[in-house]
Nanobody, 117 residues
Framework: QVQLVESGGGLVQAGGSLRLSCAASGRTVSRYDMGWFRQAPGKEREFVASIRWSGSSTYYAGSVKGRFTISRDNAKNTVYLQMDSLKPEDTDVYYC??????????WGQGTQVTVSS
């Protein structure tokens, strides 16, 4: 059973920073690409960032590029999302996910990020 547990969400003022963490169990994440998505009520879940299993490459949505940084610590089976220069439009529930053979397969329960103006 794969479990992903996100933490680090909260309320922050515009321009502030938060660091999300995703701790994995039941799967050695060092073998898998990992990603972060976000979703607002009534909207589709959207891609935020991903990182290759080796950490050699990272990918970002245009809306967060230059402000967010994804990283991983395979020894701790954990993935991080450092979010700087936060904007009110970054307010969402953020989800951690792993990539299986074809698509993103396992998801965490999500952590709420709220950015006040």
């Amino acid at each position: 059973q794969v479990q992903l547990v996100e933490s680090g969400g909260g309320l922050v003022q515009a321009g502030g920073s938060l660091r999300l963490s995703c701790a994995a169990s039941g799967r050695t994440v060092s073998r898998y690409d990992m990603g972060w998505f976000r979703q607002a009520p009534g909207k589709e879940r959207e891609f935020v960032a991903s990182i290759r299993w080796s950490g050699s490459s990272t990918y970002y949505a245009g809306s967060v590029k230059g402000r967010f940084t994804i990283s991983r610590d395979n020894a701790k089976n954990t993935v991080y999302l450092q979010m700087d220069s936060l904007k009110p439009e970054d307010t969402d529930v953020y989800y951690c996910t792993t990539k299986g053979a074809v698509s993103w397969d396992y998801w965490g329960q999500g952590t709420q990020v709220t950015v006040s103006s």
